[in-house]
Nanobody, 123 residues
């Protein structure tokens, strides 16, 4: 089983950048689809970005296209989410998830989750 640990969250101002990391342990995550979700207070968990294991194909939510970039370093067993031009509406707890087959954009398709890291963007 893979265990996931997110890091890199924090409090930043509008327009700033952050890089989130998701480190996998236990088993290699190189064969898994890796995705980022986020959940704001009172809202459902929503898909942000995902990356496939072999061809590295990426998928993004419309709300983050052009601002966020997902990448993976299989040698380090780590997935990253580079976030630029942050907005207050990006404020949420960001979760890393591991899945199989394809980049699912719904949370219930993933059964391996990290504990989350808080991102707060002040206006």
């Amino acid at each position: 089983q893979v265990q996931l640990v997110e890091s890199g969250g924090g409090l930043v101002q509008t327009g700033s950048s952050l890089r989130l990391s998701c480190a996998a342990s236990g088993r290699t995550a190189s064969n898994y689809v890796m995705s980022w979700f986020r959940q704001a207070p009172g809202k459902e968990r929503e898909f942000v970005a995902g990356i496939k294991p072999n061809d590295g194909m990426t998928t993004y939510a419309d709300s983050v296209k052009g601002r966020f970039t997902i990448s993976r370093d299989n040698a380090k067993n780590t997935v990253y989410l580079h976030m630029n031009s942050l907005k207050p509406e990006d404020t949420a707890v960001y979760y890393c998830a591991a899945g199989i087959y394809t980049v699912w954009t719904v949370a219930f398709r993933y059964n391996i989750w990290g504990q989350g890291t808080q991102v707060t963007v002040s206006s």
